[in-house]
């Protein structure tokens, strides 16, 4: 079995730099639409955790014995059908991700591991005053890359224990676009997220960001697996003038023009906002973690 360590370009707004990506065995053409994109979000700047996050992008903070994106890629890479990782980031912290993606290279290598290629995509902004918005960021990745394959869209900024591969599998057999909720019945922490009502089956009835007045307990987070064909809606939300701030506000938009479903996972999320929060999950990430 051989390996082998591909460099591919960045893609972004101002120049040409170089992205580490990790070369896996090719896999076969399962046909379109059955292979699998997975772009993790982290364009972000993280001020809430000044002075942690000033000169390190979020993802990149250590948990433990390795870093959040690792936690998430890890999770990723559970799912065969994957063929490519991307990592959407800003000028400011692309050579950052980049040597993560070449330090996790080479400890793939070391080990003896087959993962999917990674690439970094530097969006070219530079603080908040420019930056394009998560549901932005997806749309220029999806124009950059001209992806024309499902994706798999996840927050690089949170750490979560439910398993990618229980919602893969739902979103295979479902064949809808596919979000994942977690019971939460604070109703103070659900006025901060997404939350749904849906039916018996998993179909989303009704959606909003941030309600003033939750309708249920089933709050969504920020993982999200779209169908190929409804990549282009994306295009649409932000061309009818639609905030790109949020990834939650695209599905909240979307379900309202076709199916989204429901992924009700057993586990946690765990949003790192404050530095003091940042500490007690490093204090005690094995029992939040269960690792």
Known sequence: MSFSVKMVKILHF?????????????RKDVGKG?????LILAAGYATRLYPLTINTPKPLLPVGPKAMIDYITDEIETIPDVNKIVIVT?????????????SRSEKDLAEGRIASPIEVIDDGTTDDSN???AIGDIQFVIDQLKIDEDMMIIAGDNLFTYKLKGMYDFFRETGKD????IRVDDVEQLKKLAVATIDENGKVEYL???PKVPRSNVA???TYMYLRETLPMIRQYLDEGNTPDAPGHFPSWLYTRKDVYVYRAPGNCIDIGTPENYKDVCDNYQEILGV
Do not use: C, P
């Open 90 to 102: 800003n000028h400011r912290f692309a050579d950052h991700f980049n040597e993560w993606a070449e």
């Open 208 to 210: 909003a960001e941030k």
């Open 34 to 38: 059955m292979k699998m994109i997975a």
């Open 14 to 26: 101002r120049s040409s730099k170089r992205s580490v990506s990790r070369a896996s065995e090719s």
């Open 178 to 181: 596919t979000l994942v909720s």
């Open 220 to 222: 969504i987070y920020a």
């Open 131 to 133: 930056k394009l918005g």
